[in-house]
């Protein structure tokens, strides 16, 4: 079992910044991928940022440029840095971890962070 605790969100304006952190309840070394999702209302869950465990990375277009994803692997946290956010980044943020051990794949939550960009 993987316990996601995030971080970091709340209100900004417009072009401005926030951090959100995930920590994990285990080394992210065991872990193959850990990602940001977000989820607008009324809209479907979608990926925000992935980072695998040998470091490679991905986004979503809408936030190339702007999101970084990156991961301390002494504190087994994964952040998400958001640079000049846009009202359509207002979302609830989770965090997820896969997992593959014992011949299966496994992934898990975190409970989701607020991020409310006005205008």
């Known amino acids: 079992q993987v316990q996601l605790v995030e971080s970091g969100g709340g209100l900004v304006q417009a072009g401005g910044s926030l951090r959100l952190s995930c920590a994990a309840s285990?080394?992210?070394?065991?872990?193959?991928?850990m990602g940001w999702y977000r989820q607008a209302p009324g809209k479907q869950r979608e990926l925000v940022a992935v980072i695998i465990k040998g470091g490679s990375t991905n986004y979503a277009d809408s936030v190339k440029g702007r999101f970084t994803i990156s991961r301390d692997n002494v504190k087994n946290t994964v952040f998400l840095q958001m640079n000049s956010l846009k009202p359509e980044d207002t979302a609830v943020y989770y965090c997820?971890?896969?997992?593959?051990?014992?011949?299966?794949?496994?992934?898990?939550w975190g409970q989701g962070t607020q991020v409310t960009v006005s205008s």
């Open positions: 997820k971890a896969d997992r593959y051990t014992l011949g299966r794949w496994y992934d898990y």
């Open positions: 285990i080394s992210i070394f065991s872990i193959n991928a």
